[in-house]
């Protein structure tokens, strides 16, 4: 049996060492953390085949954990520790989803026994489509077709192309078919297809020789290579230049690639996913996306619904979010007023789960109390003044000089991601990069 990704949940310095080196020296990969919520924040970001967790914890107890981590991960066992005899809470936990109730001290037979039990006919040793299946929150009847649907298909080799609108969680869609194949243990790289210029798009994809243009001071692997055995995501392929395009081809039609400046071509094995918001067809018919190369992509699509036709997993994403932004701001924001729920069931979500994300984690910022009311959505049009950090509000500041120091803040708030930075301030990462060099210009000539 090979070594399980464990999530340990555990505020007891002492139990938390033993049950650490017990885990480790039987083999296992393990995350450790020291409250729930912290517990949640590793379950938003990574893939855990088991969570075992501590039944006393501050702030929210281990049966509260259970009760929020079976909402969106049904088959995601967790089991329970205490340090004594608890039948009420042992009994509780039982009816409400636990897959054990364990007393410490933990043994090594403990250990071989909870990562044994559980994973006979886990899905991370075998083809099924389980695992994983509930990174994605939903309860929407159309999701849960179409993850049943990402299961059936994850092992082709054929490609994938999804289609929705901003925000619909294609990326995270296209992880979910990556983490449901026999590649799961391969590569996974995601190219953003509008983050580029398109000078720079094609080495990005293919690499170079040593010597292919200025500055070429030695041969670099692109995507396809690092990518090889696995899976590389194109994102918002509608924007790739229609002369890389011809390249995508060959490389779809041929498994292998040409890398700038090279004279071999270069055999690879990788799954091709591609993700669009725009209408493909109209752009075939303009001539901006090569027919040929969509056909070659469209061999399995999927078409993922906008938020507004999956309502009903408003509420669970909104406590996703809320748990998320919690321990990302440190706060203890509990829950929405029926007014500001009823606000967001009614509102039409153009921005779809994206639009949805920044909204609570604005609300969970402003939010003074435990509960987020409808002011703190600031949905009514008339949001509260706020000023930007280090101008006072008498201060004569040019509305550029605010555009470029926003600008700089967010960047700086997402450790430089350009991508979250963009969707946060609301506008394309093409803009983003234009706004960049832009601030660059100006330095340069001043």
């Not at 409250?35 to 938003?44: E, H, P, Q």
């Not at 706020?386 to 509305?399: D, R, T």
């Amino acid at each position: 049996m090979q070594g399980k990704r464990v999530l340990l949940v555990e505020n007891d310095k002492n139990d938390l060492a033993a049950i650490t080196d017990l885990f480790i020296q039987a083999g296992h990969s393990l995350c450790a953390v020291g409250d729930a919520y912290a517990a949640l924040g590793k379950l938003s970001e990574g893939q855990y085949d088991m969570v075992v967790s501590a039944l006393n914890l501050p702030k929210m107890t281990g049966i509260e954990l259970l009760v929020k981590i079976k909402e969106f991960r049904t088959a995601l066992p967790v089991i329970l520790i205490a340090s004594g005899i608890c039948v009420k809470e042992a009994v509780e936990a039982i009816k409400k989803g636990a897959d054990d109730f364990i007393l410490k001290p933990l043994l090594p037979e403990t250990i071989k026994s909870i990562t044994s039990g559980f994973y006979r006919d886990s899905p991370a040793e075998n083809t099924s489509a389980e695992n994983g299946k509930y990174t994605i929150i939903t309860k929407n009847s159309e999701m849960n077709r179409l993850l049943d649907d990402a299961g059936e298909i994850a092992n082709s080799r054929a490609s994938v192309f999804i289609h929705g609108e901003s925000g619909t969680g294609k990326e995270l869609f296209a992880r979910h078919i990556h983490r449901c194949s026999d590649r799961r243990d391969k590569p996974f790289l995601a190219v953003n297809c509008a983050a580029l210029p398109e000078t720079l798009m094609e080495s990005e994809l293919f690499g170079y020789e040593k010597g292919a243009f200025t500055g070429a001071n030695a041969r670099k692997k692109g995507k396809f290579e690092a990518a090889d055995k696995g899976t590389i995501l194109l994102d918002e392929i509608s924007e790739l230049d229609y002369q890389l395009q011809s390249k995508l081809l060959r490389v779809l039609q041929e498994k292998e690639i040409d890398r700038v400046g090279g004279t071999v071509s270069i055999p690879i094995d990788v799954r091709i996913i591609a993700t669009t918001n725009r209408d493909i067809e109209k752009q075939i018919e303009e001539e901006k996306f090569r027919e040929d190369l969509y056909y070659r992509l469209n061999t399995i699509p999927v078409h993922l619904p906008p938020l507004r036709e999956r309502k009903d997993d408003i509420p669970f994403l909104v406590d996703y979010f809320i748990e998320k932004y919690n321990i990302i701001e440190r706060k203890v924001v509990k829950g929405l007023t029926e007014d500001a729920i009823r606000i967001l069931m009614e509102k039409q979500w153009k921005g779809n789960i994206r639009e949805l994300e920044n909204i609570i984690e604005r609300a969970v910022l402003m939010c003074k109390g435990s509960i987020i009311d409808e002011d703190d959505l600031l949905l009514n049009g008339r949001p509260r003044p706020v000023c930007p950090v280090g101008y006072p509000l008498m201060q004569e500041v040019s509305l550029r000089e605010i555009e470029k120091k926003v600008i700089y803040q967010t960047l700086d708030r997402t450790n430089g991601n350009r991508t979250h930075a963009a969707d946060i301030l609301g506008i394309s990462v093409r803009t983003l990069r234009n706004k960049l060099n832009e601030y660059r210009e100006k330095m340069t000539v001043s």
